[in-house]
Nanobody, 122 residues
Framework: QVHLVQTGGGLVRTGDSLRLSCAAS????????MGWFRQTPGKEREFVAA???????HYALAVKGRFSISRDNDKDTGYLQMNSLKPEDTAVYYC????????????????WGQGTQVTVSS
């Protein structure tokens, strides 16, 4: 059974940094792309970043240059490093994985983490 467990998140101030982790089990992590999405109340889940199994990265325009996605296949873990955080980054963040090539689309992902709250105060 596939399992994605997220750690990290919390309450920070504008300009601070946070790192989210997503540990995978139950499948061959290195064969899957990993993505990060975020969601605020009343809104659709929004793409943040993705990294393919080969290491190609994609970012939403809103986070490009501030966030960095990475993966450690030896540890079956993906990461989202978030720098220069802004109040508009406040959301519940989710990791997910997929074997699809359309890594920007939430519906293409198979398994999801439990979500973690990130709150950025002004």
């Amino acid at each position: 059974q596939v399992h994605l467990v997220q750690t990290g998140g919390g309450l920070v101030r504008t300009g601070d940094s946070l790192r989210l982790s997503c540990a995978a089990s139950g499948r061959i992590f290195s064969s899957y792309a990993m993505g990060w999405f975020r969601q605020t109340p009343g809104k659709e889940r929004e793409f943040v970043a993705a990294i393919t199994y080969s290491g190609i990265t994609h970012y939403a325009l809103a986070v490009k240059g501030r966030f960095s996605i990475s993966r450690d296949n030896d540890k079956d873990t993906g990461y989202l490093q978030m720098n220069s955080l802004k109040p508009e980054d406040t959301a519940v963040y989710y990791c997910a994985d997929t074997r699809a090539s359309q890594v920007l689309v939430a519906t293409m992902y198979d398994s999801w983490g439990q979500g973690t709250q990130v709150t950025v105060s002004s």
